[in-house]
């Protein structure tokens, strides 16, 4: 079994997110959210534009479009890989938003995640990723990448498996407001 890294943002968001949607099989029905269909139609759009643009003010060299990756515990798609001038490797993903001064923390961790996988498919290092904001004008935001970052994310991998393995029910979030919008508000034991 391999996790997305929509599996890792879900359980950091609240653990019992894991266990509602992939012990007890209840779906979260994402499909139908508005931001996530535009998203998907925006990826499909990027993929097919401009395939020969390389962001040369950042030091790319070279990039790979749409790019599916897996190791032996995560798997994602990726929009772009860099291939950097300083010899290292970055990911860039496209997300259908605003930029307004702030990066939600989500698209931080999905950037980890694809920069795991970068590390592990392609042996080069990966200390930056790149956002790009498409209803800002397309505004180029960068993230950086350290190791505690990815040990997050792979601690976070872990204990997913655990709670699917040994179909624990974790403790929930110990931010309350966030149960406020959870799909699962009505079945969890607060």
Request: hydrophobic share 30%; glycine share 4%.
């Amino acid at each position: 079994m391999t996790l997305t890294p929509s599996q890792i943002i879900e359980y950091l968001f609240c653990p019992r997110f894991t266990y509602f949607e992939y012990v007890l099989g209840i779906p979260q029905y994402e499909e139908k959210n508005f931001k996530v269909i535009k998203g998907r139609d925006i990826h499909d759009l990027k993929a097919n534009q401009n395939t020969d643009y390389l962001r040369k003010k950042i030091g790319v060299t070279e990039k790979r479009v749409n790019q599916y990756l897996t190791n032996e515990w995560l798997r994602g798609e990726v929009d772009e890989v860099l291939e950097l001038n300083d010899g290292m490797m970055a990911p860039l993903d496209f997300k259908f938003a605003e930029y307004k001064e702030r990066i939600f923390e989500t698209y931080k961790t999905q950037i980890y995640c694809y920069a795991l996988l970068i590390e592990d498919n392609f042996g080069k290092k990966v200390n930056k990723g790149y956002l790009v904001y498409v209803r800002s004008r397309n505004k180029l935001v960068e993230i950086e990448v350290d190791n505690k970052s990815k040990e997050k994310v792979k601690h976070a991998a872990e204990n997913i498996f655990e709670i699917i393995g040994k179909n624990f029910y974790p403790k929930g979030t110990k931010y309350k407001k966030r149960c406020v919008t959870c799909t699962y508000q009505n079945l969890c034991t607060k």
